[in-house]
Protein backbone atom coordinates (compact mmCIF):
# COMPACT_ATOMS: atom_id res chain seq x y z
CA UNK A 1 0.00 0.00 0.00
CA UNK A 2 1.41 3.68 -0.81
CA UNK A 3 1.72 5.70 1.72
CA UNK A 4 -0.09 9.26 1.23
CA UNK A 5 0.81 12.67 1.62
CA UNK A 6 -0.98 12.64 5.38
CA UNK A 7 1.23 10.35 6.42
CA UNK A 8 3.89 11.95 5.32
CA UNK A 9 2.81 15.18 7.38
CA UNK A 10 1.90 12.87 10.57
CA UNK A 11 5.36 11.25 9.93
CA UNK A 12 7.22 14.39 9.98
CA UNK A 13 4.89 16.42 11.82
CA UNK A 14 3.66 19.04 9.55
CA UNK A 15 0.80 20.61 8.02
CA UNK A 16 -0.25 18.35 5.40
CA UNK A 17 -0.65 21.62 2.98
CA UNK A 18 3.21 21.95 3.10
CA UNK A 19 3.41 18.10 2.20
CA UNK A 20 1.43 18.30 -0.67
CA UNK A 21 2.51 22.11 -1.91
CA UNK A 22 6.42 20.38 -2.10
CA UNK A 23 4.86 16.72 -3.63
CA UNK A 24 3.12 18.55 -6.25
CA UNK A 25 6.22 21.26 -7.14
CA UNK A 26 3.32 24.11 -6.15
CA UNK A 27 5.70 27.58 -5.82
CA UNK A 28 5.27 28.63 -2.62
CA UNK A 29 7.67 31.41 -0.84
CA UNK A 30 6.86 30.18 2.79
CA UNK A 31 8.39 27.03 2.65
CA UNK A 32 11.91 26.93 3.14
CA UNK A 33 14.57 25.05 1.20
CA UNK A 34 15.43 23.14 4.84
CA UNK A 35 11.59 22.57 5.42
CA UNK A 36 11.37 21.31 1.35
CA UNK A 37 14.60 18.70 1.92
CA UNK A 38 12.74 17.41 4.91
CA UNK A 39 9.29 16.60 2.96
CA UNK A 40 11.27 14.77 -0.04
CA UNK A 41 13.84 12.84 2.06
CA UNK A 42 10.95 11.19 4.06
CA UNK A 43 9.17 10.54 1.19
CA UNK A 44 11.67 8.87 -0.40
CA UNK A 45 12.20 6.60 2.85
CA UNK A 46 8.69 5.68 3.37
CA UNK A 47 8.14 4.94 -0.20
CA UNK A 48 5.84 7.62 -1.34
CA UNK A 49 5.11 7.01 -5.19
CA UNK A 50 4.29 9.93 -6.99
CA UNK A 51 2.10 9.72 -10.47
CA UNK A 52 1.79 13.08 -11.53
CA UNK A 53 3.89 13.43 -14.41
CA UNK A 54 7.51 15.49 -14.15
CA UNK A 55 8.42 18.41 -15.89
CA UNK A 56 11.29 18.13 -18.00
CA UNK A 57 14.06 20.36 -18.72
CA UNK A 58 16.47 20.07 -20.71
CA UNK A 59 20.74 21.44 -19.76
CA UNK A 60 21.69 22.67 -23.52
CA UNK A 61 25.22 22.67 -23.91
CA UNK A 62 25.95 24.52 -27.30
CA UNK A 63 29.26 25.70 -28.95
CA UNK A 64 31.22 24.71 -26.19
CA UNK A 65 33.19 21.17 -25.44
CA UNK A 66 31.49 18.84 -23.42
CA UNK A 67 34.28 17.58 -21.13
CA UNK A 68 35.33 21.25 -20.41
CA UNK A 69 36.31 21.62 -16.71
CA UNK A 70 34.42 25.05 -16.52
CA UNK A 71 31.18 23.07 -17.20
CA UNK A 72 31.37 20.46 -15.13
CA UNK A 73 31.39 22.93 -11.94
CA UNK A 74 28.34 24.97 -12.91
CA UNK A 75 26.70 21.02 -13.59
CA UNK A 76 26.64 20.47 -10.00
CA UNK A 77 24.86 23.36 -9.23
CA UNK A 78 22.00 22.93 -12.18
CA UNK A 79 21.34 19.37 -11.70
CA UNK A 80 20.29 20.06 -7.84
CA UNK A 81 18.65 23.09 -8.13
CA UNK A 82 16.33 20.84 -10.90
CA UNK A 83 16.52 18.16 -8.61
CA UNK A 84 15.05 20.14 -5.96
CA UNK A 85 12.14 21.22 -8.18
CA UNK A 86 11.60 17.39 -8.77
CA UNK A 87 11.76 17.74 -12.99
CA UNK A 88 13.41 15.67 -15.11
CA UNK A 89 16.87 16.77 -16.33
CA UNK A 90 17.58 16.27 -19.91
CA UNK A 91 20.85 16.79 -21.98
CA UNK A 92 21.43 18.40 -25.07
CA UNK A 93 24.79 18.59 -26.40
CA UNK A 94 25.34 20.77 -30.25
CA UNK A 95 29.07 21.43 -30.73
CA UNK A 96 30.18 24.22 -32.95
CA UNK A 97 30.28 22.97 -36.53
CA UNK A 98 27.93 25.10 -39.13
CA UNK A 99 25.37 23.38 -39.22
CA UNK A 100 24.55 23.63 -35.51
CA UNK A 101 21.56 26.29 -35.23
CA UNK A 102 20.06 23.92 -38.01
CA UNK A 103 20.62 20.82 -35.18
CA UNK A 104 19.14 23.16 -32.43
CA UNK A 105 15.79 24.18 -34.38
CA UNK A 106 15.61 20.72 -35.27
CA UNK A 107 15.76 19.37 -31.46
CA UNK A 108 13.67 22.24 -29.95
CA UNK A 109 10.58 21.82 -32.60
CA UNK A 110 10.68 17.72 -31.92
CA UNK A 111 11.25 17.66 -28.44
CA UNK A 112 8.00 18.44 -25.91
CA UNK A 113 9.92 20.59 -22.85
CA UNK A 114 9.05 22.88 -20.18
CA UNK A 115 12.30 25.05 -20.59
CA UNK A 116 15.65 25.69 -22.01
CA UNK A 117 18.74 26.18 -19.58
CA UNK A 118 21.62 26.95 -21.80
CA UNK A 119 25.08 27.02 -21.29
CA UNK A 120 28.27 27.65 -23.43
CA UNK A 121 29.02 30.24 -26.55
CA UNK A 122 24.91 31.20 -27.28
CA UNK A 123 24.79 33.84 -30.13
CA UNK A 124 22.15 36.28 -31.80
CA UNK A 125 21.33 33.14 -33.32
CA UNK A 126 20.61 30.91 -30.98
CA UNK A 127 18.32 33.15 -28.89
CA UNK A 128 16.43 33.22 -32.67
CA UNK A 129 16.15 29.76 -32.57
CA UNK A 130 14.70 29.85 -29.01
CA UNK A 131 12.58 32.45 -29.66
CA UNK A 132 10.92 30.85 -32.76
CA UNK A 133 10.37 27.72 -30.38
CA UNK A 134 8.55 29.76 -27.99
CA UNK A 135 10.26 27.41 -25.22
CA UNK A 136 11.14 29.85 -21.97
CA UNK A 137 14.71 29.14 -21.29
CA UNK A 138 17.20 30.63 -19.03
CA UNK A 139 20.96 32.03 -19.92
CA UNK A 140 23.77 32.70 -18.19
CA UNK A 141 26.15 35.17 -18.83
CA UNK A 142 28.25 37.84 -17.77
CA UNK A 143 25.93 40.73 -19.36
CA UNK A 144 22.63 41.09 -19.48
CA UNK A 145 21.29 40.90 -23.29
CA UNK A 146 19.24 43.48 -23.19
CA UNK A 147 15.84 44.19 -23.98
CA UNK A 148 14.60 40.60 -23.36
CA UNK A 149 13.00 39.91 -26.77
CA UNK A 150 9.99 38.30 -25.28
CA UNK A 151 8.34 36.76 -21.47
CA UNK A 152 10.53 33.34 -22.25
CA UNK A 153 13.70 34.90 -21.60
CA UNK A 154 14.90 34.18 -18.14
CA UNK A 155 18.55 35.35 -16.98
CA UNK A 156 20.97 35.08 -14.21
CA UNK A 157 23.86 38.10 -14.27
CA UNK A 158 27.28 36.93 -12.91
CA UNK A 159 29.13 40.16 -11.74
CA UNK A 160 32.93 38.88 -13.65
CA UNK A 161 33.73 42.74 -13.15
CA UNK A 162 33.15 42.39 -9.54
CA UNK A 163 35.26 39.09 -9.11
CA UNK A 164 37.86 40.49 -10.63
CA UNK A 165 38.11 43.54 -8.49
CA UNK A 166 37.61 41.62 -5.85
CA UNK A 167 40.37 38.97 -6.51
CA UNK A 168 43.01 41.68 -7.38
CA UNK A 169 41.95 43.68 -4.50
CA UNK A 170 42.93 40.21 -2.40
CA UNK A 171 46.30 40.65 -4.10
CA UNK A 172 46.64 44.00 -3.44
CA UNK A 173 45.82 43.70 0.37
CA UNK A 174 48.70 41.17 0.33
CA UNK A 175 50.89 43.20 -0.33
CA UNK A 176 51.38 42.92 -4.41
CA UNK A 177 51.60 45.49 -6.51
CA UNK A 178 53.17 44.01 -10.16
CA UNK A 179 49.89 42.02 -10.33
CA UNK A 180 49.99 40.07 -14.04
CA UNK A 181 46.67 38.98 -15.78
CA UNK A 182 46.47 36.10 -17.54
CA UNK A 183 43.49 35.95 -20.17
CA UNK A 184 41.76 34.06 -23.06
CA UNK A 185 40.23 35.17 -26.32
CA UNK A 186 39.40 39.54 -25.90
CA UNK A 187 36.63 38.50 -28.22
CA UNK A 188 34.70 36.51 -25.30
CA UNK A 189 33.37 39.25 -23.10
CA UNK A 190 33.73 37.21 -20.12
CA UNK A 191 37.45 38.66 -20.42
CA UNK A 192 36.58 41.78 -21.28
CA UNK A 193 34.46 42.40 -18.20
CA UNK A 194 37.49 40.79 -16.22
CA UNK A 195 40.09 43.02 -17.46
CA UNK A 196 37.77 45.88 -16.34
CA UNK A 197 37.07 45.00 -13.15
CA UNK A 198 40.88 43.97 -13.01
CA UNK A 199 41.94 47.89 -14.08
CA UNK A 200 39.36 49.43 -11.72
CA UNK A 201 40.85 47.59 -8.73
CA UNK A 202 44.01 48.74 -9.67
CA UNK A 203 43.46 52.58 -10.28
CA UNK A 204 41.16 52.52 -6.87
CA UNK A 205 44.23 51.86 -5.00
CA UNK A 206 46.97 54.29 -6.45
CA UNK A 207 47.87 51.65 -8.93
CA UNK A 208 48.75 52.48 -12.06
CA UNK A 209 47.57 49.21 -14.67
CA UNK A 210 50.42 47.98 -16.59
CA UNK A 211 49.38 46.48 -19.90
CA UNK A 212 52.55 44.63 -20.44
CA UNK A 213 51.33 43.15 -17.01
CA UNK A 214 47.63 42.06 -19.34
CA UNK A 215 48.37 38.94 -21.55
CA UNK A 216 46.21 36.94 -23.24
CA UNK A 217 45.68 33.91 -25.99
CA UNK A 218 42.70 31.77 -27.25
CA UNK A 219 43.91 28.95 -26.20
CA UNK A 220 44.23 29.87 -22.37
CA UNK A 221 47.89 28.65 -21.80
CA UNK A 222 49.23 29.99 -18.67
CA UNK A 223 52.52 28.10 -19.56
CA UNK A 224 52.55 30.28 -22.92
CA UNK A 225 51.55 33.12 -20.85
CA UNK A 226 54.22 33.11 -18.31
CA UNK A 227 56.97 32.14 -20.85
CA UNK A 228 56.06 35.59 -22.99
CA UNK A 229 56.31 37.33 -19.39
CA UNK A 230 60.02 35.91 -18.97
CA UNK A 231 60.75 37.09 -22.84
CA UNK A 232 59.56 40.32 -22.35
CA UNK A 233 61.38 40.99 -19.11
CA UNK A 234 58.34 42.25 -17.30
CA UNK A 235 58.59 41.55 -13.11
CA UNK A 236 55.57 40.74 -11.26
CA UNK A 237 54.59 39.09 -7.64
CA UNK A 238 51.64 37.81 -8.51
CA UNK A 239 49.00 36.20 -10.84
CA UNK A 240 45.49 36.19 -11.80
CA UNK A 241 44.43 33.98 -13.79
CA UNK A 242 41.43 33.47 -16.41
CA UNK A 243 40.66 30.04 -14.82
CA UNK A 244 42.22 27.40 -12.77
CA UNK A 245 43.08 25.47 -16.20
CA UNK A 246 45.37 28.74 -17.00
CA UNK A 247 46.83 28.63 -13.34
CA UNK A 248 47.49 25.25 -13.23
CA UNK A 249 49.87 25.72 -16.36
CA UNK A 250 51.11 28.79 -14.38
CA UNK A 251 52.09 26.68 -11.78
CA UNK A 252 54.08 24.28 -13.88
CA UNK A 253 55.91 26.70 -15.78
CA UNK A 254 57.52 27.94 -12.26
CA UNK A 255 58.17 24.57 -11.21
CA UNK A 256 60.27 23.93 -13.91
CA UNK A 257 62.17 27.17 -14.09
CA UNK A 258 62.74 26.78 -10.38
CA UNK A 259 60.77 29.73 -9.25
CA UNK A 260 58.77 29.17 -5.75
CA UNK A 261 54.81 29.31 -5.45
CA UNK A 262 53.72 31.16 -3.31
CA UNK A 263 57.20 32.60 -1.59
CA UNK A 264 58.22 34.21 -5.09
CA UNK A 265 54.76 34.45 -6.84
CA UNK A 266 51.40 34.40 -5.84
CA UNK A 267 48.54 32.24 -8.33
CA UNK A 268 45.04 33.59 -7.83
CA UNK A 269 42.83 31.81 -10.59
CA UNK A 270 38.79 32.19 -11.14
CA UNK A 271 36.02 29.19 -10.69
CA UNK A 272 36.79 25.69 -9.17
CA UNK A 273 37.64 22.84 -10.85
CA UNK A 274 39.17 19.26 -9.84
CA UNK A 275 42.64 20.82 -10.99
CA UNK A 276 42.11 22.70 -7.62
CA UNK A 277 42.83 19.61 -5.96
CA UNK A 278 45.32 17.05 -8.37
CA UNK A 279 47.90 20.41 -7.81
CA UNK A 280 50.53 20.96 -5.22
CA UNK A 281 49.97 22.99 -3.75
CA UNK A 282 46.31 23.04 -3.50
CA UNK A 283 45.06 26.30 -5.62
CA UNK A 284 44.02 29.52 -4.67
CA UNK A 285 40.86 30.27 -6.62
CA UNK A 286 37.81 33.24 -6.30
CA UNK A 287 34.21 32.44 -7.81
CA UNK A 288 30.96 34.23 -7.13
CA UNK A 289 29.47 32.34 -4.52
CA UNK A 290 27.86 29.05 -4.83
CA UNK A 291 24.86 29.68 -2.13
CA UNK A 292 23.61 32.64 -3.56
CA UNK A 293 24.55 30.88 -7.40
CA UNK A 294 22.31 28.11 -6.12
CA UNK A 295 19.48 30.44 -4.96
CA UNK A 296 19.46 32.40 -8.33
CA UNK A 297 19.06 28.93 -10.25
CA UNK A 298 16.18 27.68 -8.43
CA UNK A 299 14.49 31.04 -8.14
CA UNK A 300 14.88 30.97 -11.96
CA UNK A 301 13.92 27.21 -12.74
CA UNK A 302 10.87 27.97 -10.90
CA UNK A 303 10.20 31.18 -13.00
CA UNK A 304 10.74 28.92 -16.33
CA UNK A 305 7.42 26.83 -14.61
CA UNK A 306 5.46 28.91 -13.32
CA UNK A 307 5.73 32.12 -14.64
CA UNK A 308 5.40 34.43 -17.79
CA UNK A 309 7.65 37.21 -17.50
CA UNK A 310 11.08 38.08 -18.64
CA UNK A 311 13.27 38.41 -15.39
CA UNK A 312 17.00 39.04 -14.73
CA UNK A 313 18.77 38.29 -11.70
CA UNK A 314 22.46 39.40 -10.93
CA UNK A 315 24.82 37.15 -8.79
CA UNK A 316 27.69 39.07 -7.26
CA UNK A 317 28.75 37.49 -3.87
CA UNK A 318 32.20 36.93 -4.42
CA UNK A 319 33.84 33.72 -1.98
CA UNK A 320 37.25 32.64 -1.99
CA UNK A 321 38.70 28.93 -1.95
CA UNK A 322 42.13 28.09 -0.07
CA UNK A 323 45.26 30.25 0.67
CA UNK A 324 48.20 27.73 -0.28
CA UNK A 325 49.13 29.41 -3.72
CA UNK A 326 48.93 33.12 -2.23
CA UNK A 327 52.08 34.68 -0.28
CA UNK A 328 51.46 37.73 2.17
CA UNK A 329 54.01 40.12 1.06
CA UNK A 330 54.44 42.52 3.35
Not at 121 to 145: G, K, N
Not at 214 to 234: A, N, P, T
Request: charged share 20%; hydrophobic share 40%.
Amino acid sequence: MSVTKKQIADHLGISRTAVSLVLNNSPSSSISHETRDRILQAAKELGYKDTTPRHRLCLLLINMEVDDPRFMSRLDVITRAADRMQCDLIFKYIPQTNDSITQLTHFLHTTDLAGIIVRGLYTAETIQALEQAAVPYLLQSFEEHVPAPSSNMRQIIYDQSQVAYTATKRLIDLGHRQIALFLGSIDLQVHVVTLRGYRQALIDHGITPNMGLVQSCKEEDGYELCRRLRIYEVPYTAILCCNTIAQFAALQWHKDHSVAVPEQVSLLGFGATSLINASTPVLSSVRVDSDEMMQAMMKQIEGLLTEDQATTLYVDKVEFLGKATLYQTR
